[in-house]
Each structure stands twice: as structure tokens, then as C-alpha cells.
């Protein structure tokens, strides 16, 4: 009854207006976009100190009201010839743990740009070795190397561009792609879009692969990428082509590795031993003979996981298995051989079980002897 007693049309009362704190500045932005600024910030600036108490959004809101369209600018898409061209490009997927620290995961991508066919590799680091390395595992994936690689202008690829836009770039990316026979080309600065086909992958994977995955670590990530090139991605049926990529693959006539061997992708960096026998390397200190003590050496670490220490000349001195974690002390047995005893110089000693690279048992290094602390007492009575 209450309901069939009121009116049809409810009666509200009348709301009062709020004052648009906008308001009194209006006509200013107009005047201001009119003679080409746009951007809201700098007018955000410009009325607040004119006494405008409103944020910043509104001005930006304003502002896009009174902004003329941005023309989309048509464009053609551009084929390659099969075996011309490779695009490749770094993509960042958040970070893993990998031997007991947090990293950054990276994800290096290939795609043929007539095939599409496409390789996938994951890293914990986007420097020169890496670069290469993936570069030589896509080649190797593939089957062959392309005329040319395109990618963005990154340091490990180019130097510089001078004002008349003449690339210089770095020599081992050069020598690299001088030992395979490709041609590198770099995009024009801001013109990502040049290298659309290998763009579109990483979209891809980040859509179809990466959501919902887990993994036991690195390795298992790499080979569960593997696994997805092989049985999903370059065997579906690609949206442009119309065709499977693995069924172009072969047409692609790519220039063949014929057996050679790999480019040396090792890093190479220079450490000095210390007094006690040992380098420091990745958190962790490996042993180096002891007639090598206190020296400058030569540190290369392999794509297979080895650490060669060499001479300043190059001569190989030892070599270890890359240890995993932090604070270890990894030992050659041997090249403690012909040390003095422990109660001589002190710095020939080390005060710990270590283990050893290459058989994986534990040995006794040579031990401190052990004072009791009056000796050292008694003797700096003497002194005095």
C-alpha cells in the first residue's frame, strides 16, 4: 500500500552543482593548447602557480579533450626471402633462484623470418657470453645459419651510432658473425617494430608457455622450453603463414654449420691469486698451484661449466668445475704439493676441510698449528 501510494515518478530533491575547481583556468589551457603545449604537466605546473588546488588528472583529462588525434600511420609488411633473415631479442620474465640467489630470468628468442620457426632459451644474464652462447644454440636448434640477424641496437652488439647513422660495433659481435658468416643489422633507433616477427614471438610465449608454469630450476625451465618448441609452437599452424613452421623449416636453405667448431663463447676476466693458493671467483675460491701464489692469471669460464686458470702468457694451470652456491673452497690436492710444513709461513696454510672439483671426496688441506695464546703473550714481554 505504502508502495502504490507515492508517485510514479520519484521526486528527488535538487543536488547542488560542485564547483568545477577547473573552472576559472579553462579558458587559459585552451589559450596554451592553441599555441601547442600539451603537455599536462607542464600546464599542471603553470596553473598551480597561478593558485589552481585541484590534481594533476583533471588537467590531464582536460588537456586530452582538446588534444587533436594522434594519425595512425599505415604501414606494409615486409617478407624475407627463405634462409635471408633471424630475428632475435632479450625479453625480462621477473626472476628465479638459481644456486641458493635470487637472479633475474631473461628469455633469448630466434625466429626465422620466412619460416617462423623459433628457439627459446632462458639465462640468468644478458652479457656478452650469453649473447653469443644463445646465438650458437639457436644455430645449432635450427639447423643452419640465416644470411642475417636482426635486433635491437643493445651494447653487446653495438658500440655507438655517429651522426650520419654508421653503426660501430662491438668486435666480438663482429668476429662472431664473421666466424658464421651472417650479417648483423641493427633497427633503427625506436623502430622496435622493424623487428615485428620476433616481437610477436615473445607475446606469444608469454601467453601460450609461461602462464601457470612451475619448474624445479633452470635446467628444468630450459628443457620444458624445449619441449614446447618441439610439440606446440613450431607445430601449429602459424596465423600469416597459413603453414607449420617446422614444415618450412627445411625450405629455408640455411647456410650449414658443416662440423665446425663452436665459437669460443667463454668469459674471460683476470683475478689474482692470493698468498694461501687461491683465486676468488663467483663467491667462491678455487685453488691454483702454489708456485702461481699472489699472481695476475688468466680466468676463463666455458659454456660447460669450467673455470681454466692460465698464466698471464696462456698457459693452462688448472681448471675446475664451477661450484655451486656461495663461501666454498674448491682444492686440487696437487697443488699443494712441496709446501712447507704448517708451523712455517702461515700463509701457505688453510684452516679447513675443502672439497675437491674433481673426484668430489673430502681431503685435508694443510692445518694451522694451533698456539696457545701465553706463547704470543710471553714473547711481547720479551720484546719490551
Given at each position: 500500500r505504502q508502495v502504490l501510494a507515492e508517485p510514479l515518478v520519484p521526486v528527488r530533491s535538487p543536488r547542488t552543482r560542485r564547483r568545477r575547481r577547473l573552472g576559472p583556468y579553462v579558458e587559459y589551457l585552451s589559450k596554451r593548447v592553441d599555441k601547442g603545449v600539451v603537455n599536462?604537466?607542464?600546464?599542471?605546473d603553470e596553473i598551480k602557480a597561478q593558485g589552481y588546488q585541484g590534481c594533476k588528472g583533471h588537467v590531464r583529462d582536460f588537456v586530452a579533450t582538446l588534444r587533436s588525434p594522434r594519425p595512425l600511420a599505415a604501414t606494409v609488411r615486409f617478407e624475407t626471402e627463405p634462409g635471408e633473415q633471424a630475428q632475435v631479442d632479450w625479453a625480462c620474465f621477473g626472476t628465479i633462484e638459481h644456486q641458493g640467489r635470487q637472479r633475474r630470468l631473461y628469455a633469448f628468442l630466434m625466429t626465422l623470418s620466412w619460416s617462423r620457426a623459433m628457439y627459446l632459451e632462458f639465462t640468468i644474464a644478458a652479457d656478452m657470453a650469453w649473447w653469443l652462447r644463445c646465438h650458437v644454440h639457436g644455430f645449432h636448434y635450427l639447423g643452419g645459419v640465416p644470411r642475417e640477424v636482426l635486433h635491437d641496437n643493445l651494447k653487446t652488439a653495438v658500440l655507438s651510432r655517429d651522426e650520419t647513422h654508421v653503426v660501430h660495433w662491438h668486435p666480438k659481435y663482429l668476429d662472431f658473425a664473421a666466424y658464421y658468416g651472417f650479417t648483423p643489422r641493427a633497427c633503427q633507433p625506436y623502430r622496435a617494430q622493424t623487428k615485428g616477427k620476433v616481437e610477436a614471438g615473445v607475446?606469444?610465449?608469454?601467453?601460450?608457455?609461461?602462464?601457470?608454469?612451475?619448474?624445479?630450476?633452470?635446467?628444468?625451465?630450459?628443457?620444458?622450453?624445449v619441449?614446447?618448441?618441439?610439440?606446440?609452437?613450431?607445430?601449429?599452424?602459424?596465423?600469416?603463414t597459413g603453414q607449420v613452421p617446422f614444415d618450412r623449416l627445411p625450405l629455408e636453405g640455411l647456410l650449414p654449420l658443416l662440423g665446425k667448431?663452436?665459437?669460443?663463447?667463454?668469459?674471460?676476466?683476470?683475478?689474482?691469486?692470493?698468498a694461501d693458493c687461491f683465486i676468488s671467483y663467483g663467491g667462491n675460491f678455487y685453488s691454483v698451484p702454489a708456485q702461481h701464489h699472489s699472481q695476475n692469471l688468466t680466468v676463463r669460464e666455458t659454456a660447460s661449466g669450467l673455470l681454466v686458470v692460465a698464466t698471464a702468457k696462456g698457459d693452462e694451470i688448472a681448471c675446475h668445475r664451477l661450484a655451486e652456491g656461495h663461501g666454498q673452497r674448491i682444492v686440487e690436492p696437487a697443488h699443494y704439493q712441496g709446501l712447507p710444513p704448517a708451523s712455517r709461513p702461515w700463509r701457505w696454510a688453510v684452516a679447513e676441510q675443502v672439497s675437491v672439483a674433481s673426484t668430489g671426496q673430502q681431503v685435508d688441506a694443510p692445518v694451522v698449528e694451533t698456539r696457545s695464546l701465553a706463547i704470543y703473550q710471553e714473547l711481547a714481554e720479551v720484546a719490551a
Open positions: 599536462a604537466s607542464k600546464l599542471y607475446h606469444y610465449v608469454r601467453v601460450n608457455f609461461w602462464p601457470g608454469l612451475s619448474y624445479t630450476g633452470l635446467a628444468d625451465l630450459n628443457q620444458q622450453a619441449n614446447w618448441l618441439d610439440t606446440v609452437a613450431n607445430l601449429r599452424v602459424h596465423g600469416t667448431p663452436d665459437y669460443d663463447t667463454a668469459l674471460v676476466s683476470t683475478r689474482r691469486s692470493s
